[in-house]
């Protein structure tokens, strides 16, 4: 179960209306149960409850089961999609070991606005889902143009263009600490923005293979492609 409060020795949690309905209603869990909580900072603890109610409940921390487990330094910027499309991009990069997930409005992305608090709990239901001890921070809608614009010198950039569509992924095995994949919206990269991303020293443009995917399945195509040549 993932927490606000801090976990650690001897952390007294309190659990608010919506986590004692989960934990009381439909986990059926009583005072003595055991739990497992993570707070996304200090791991993993095995928690007791001590209080159990309708409209809250409490739980103490006894011991750590694991310590905190942080994914590489990698990036995921996607164009927002339908909103089914763009929950299952936040699940599978938060999943995948995405530290950080960025949506970005390109020229052609449809999308103008997204709820960011939404795409959070669903990086927090991935991570609790995975047994994962981290989970990857959310951030707001961003213009691509001005991410680009501030893009930090030391962090390299794979940029999925579909226009290689068919070349071979072209990922070198080259390690950095820090990276990010950049997936476009269903309408494609504009000539505009692939100028600039060819021109950008950090950026490397690959190819997703001989299809032109969806951009829900070119994201986790990336992510995997990246896992296996660069990851941990
Ligand atoms: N409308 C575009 C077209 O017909 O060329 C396709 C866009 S595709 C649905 C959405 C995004 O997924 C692309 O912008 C790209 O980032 C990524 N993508 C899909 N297939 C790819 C491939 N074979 N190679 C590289 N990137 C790919």
């Known amino acids: ?13 309190l659990l608010d209306r919506d986590q ?3 934990l009381f209603g439909v986990m059926r869990l009583t005072v003595g149960a055991e739990i497992l909580v993570f707070d996304g900072q200090n791991g993993e603890w095995l928690a007791e409850v001590v ?16 310590p905190l487990q942080l994914p590489p330094d990698l990036w995921l910027l996607f164009a927002p999609i339908k909103k089914a499309r763009t929950d299952f991009i936040v699940e599978k990069a938060a999943e ?6 960025c949506p970005v409005q390109t020229d052609f992305t449809n999308s103008e606005r997204i709820r960011r608090d939404r795409l959070q709990a669903h990086a927090v239901e991935a991570a609790e889902q995975c047994g994962g001890t981290y989970v990857p921070e959310v951030a707001e809608l961003a213009k691509l143009d001005r991410i680009l614009a501030d893009w930090p010198e030391d962090r390299q950039l794979m940029f999925c263009d579909e226009s290689l569509v068919g070349a071979r992924a072209a990922l070198s095995a080259e390690k950095a600490d820090k990276w990010a994949i950049l997936i476009g919206p269903e309408g494609g990269f504009s000539e505009a923005e692939r100028k600039r991303l060819h ?3 950090q950026a490397t443009a690959v190819s997703l293979g001989p299809r032109i995917l969806r951009a829900d399945t070119a994201a986790v195509a990336a992510m995997t492609l990246w896992q296996s040549t660069l990851g941990d």
């Open 1 to 13: 179960l993932y927490v606000e409060h801090p976990v650690g020795q001897g952390q007294t949690i």
């Open 20 to 22: 004692a309905h989960y």
């Open 51 to 66: 209080e159990a109610g309708k409209r809250g409940g409490a739980l103490e921390c006894k011991a750590q089961t694991k």
């Open 96 to 101: 995948m070991g995405a530290a950080r997930i």
């Open 199 to 201: 021109a950008m020293p």
